[in-house]
């Protein structure tokens, strides 16, 4: 899995908003699978399409090995492509992140929403790896920081049938994997396999190899 930035709305304690530190990681309630909804004193919950997804991350070292144990720290933007904790309207949520620690196959799983399309960047999810959820507490203990790509296809099957998603049709139409400032170099790597429609949610899959 290449590293790629972290973006500007990371919330793992590398940088402020709103003129204080933004670290989701230090939050109550966190650790969690569904990441929709806002934890601590925040209560939003988050709109769109449901998305489950399921990334299992292995040891290039170790012949491509589960790593049970460690920490998948995930988020994105929401259907309308704000960042919570950062952007205007939802800076006093926190949803759309949630840390969640490998079982014994290597694998978390995520229930949330599927992204929306904001402009100047393909559909993307953000993701950090720590050596366990203990340690999944700041942005200095992270082992990998890495981006997931979507489908172009399913992107748009959603964007064009499901409620919400109205902006993104035309963000999408405007930019390419070829012209992502961080996809550009390939997505091969990145790009989960996905199933499902806009009626029942989507399912999504995929291999994270790291080396440790």
Known sequence: MPEE?????????????????????????????DITT????????????PLKLVITLTNTNNSCASLDGYAIYLWHCTRDGKYSMYSSGVTGENYLRGVQQTDSNGQVTFETIFPGC????????HFE??????????????????QLAFPVATCQTVYNNASGYSASVS????????????????????????????????EASITVSISV
């Open 5 to 33: 930035t972290a973006g500007p709305y990371p919330g793992d304690g590398s940088n402020t908003a709103n003129g204080s530190v933004a670290n989701a990681l230090a939050l109550s309630g966190i650790v969690r699978s």
């Open 38 to 49: 806002s934890v601590g004193s925040a209560s939003g919950t988050a709109a769109g399409v």
């Open 118 to 125: 904001y402009s100047g960047r393909m559909p993307h999810m």
């Open 129 to 146: 790896v720590y050596r366990d959820a203990n340690t999944a507490t700041s942005y200095t203990n992270k082992l990998k920081t890495s």
């Open 171 to 202: 963000n999408l139409a405007a930019i390419s994997f070829n012209t992502d400032n961080v996809f550009s170099d390939g997505v091969t790597q990145q790009l989960v396999t996905i199933s499902g429609d806009v009626t029942n949610g989507y």
